[in-house]
Nanobody, 124 residues
Framework: QVRLVESGGGSVTAGGSLILSCAASGFTYGSYCMGWFRQAPGKEREGVATIDPDGSTRYPDSVKGRFTISQDNAKNTLYLQMNSLKPEDTAMYYC??????????????????WGQGTQVTVSS
């Protein structure tokens, strides 16, 4: 049974940094497509970073250069380093996982497994 548990959220002032962690279990970590998503009140959920089993990463322009996704396969843990945080980064952040399709993580394909989320609040 896949289980994802996020931690590390909190409140920071603009320009600050946070590191989110996602402890994963129930599957062979390192073999799945992994991602971080966020959802602010009244807005649609959006992807902020994904990482493939081969280490390839993707970011939207809104966070590129400020956020870094990484993973430690030995610890079964996914990370999101967030720097230069802005008030518009305020949202619930979710970790997600999905098995690759024929060894590929297809951009835009919905993730099947989700954590409960961790709140990030950035004040100006």
């Amino acid at each position: 049974q896949v289980r994802l548990v996020e931690s590390g959220g909190g409140s920071v002032t603009a320009g600050g940094s946070l590191i989110l962690s996602c402890a994963a279990s129930g599957f062979t970590y390192g073999s799945y497509c992994m991602g971080w998503f966020r959802q602010a009140p009244g807005k649609e959920r959006e992807g902020v970073a994904t990482i493939d089993p081969d280490g390839s990463t993707r970011y939207p322009d809104s966070v590129k250069g400020r956020f870094t996704i990484s993973q430690d396969n030995a610890k079964n843990t996914l990370y999101l380093q967030m720097n230069s945080l802005k008030p518009e980064d305020t949202a619930m952040y979710y970790c997600a996982a999905d098995p690759p399709i024929r060894g590929r993580c297809i951009p835009g394909r919905p993730f099947g497994y989700w954590g409960q989320g961790t709140q990030v609040t950035v004040s100006s």
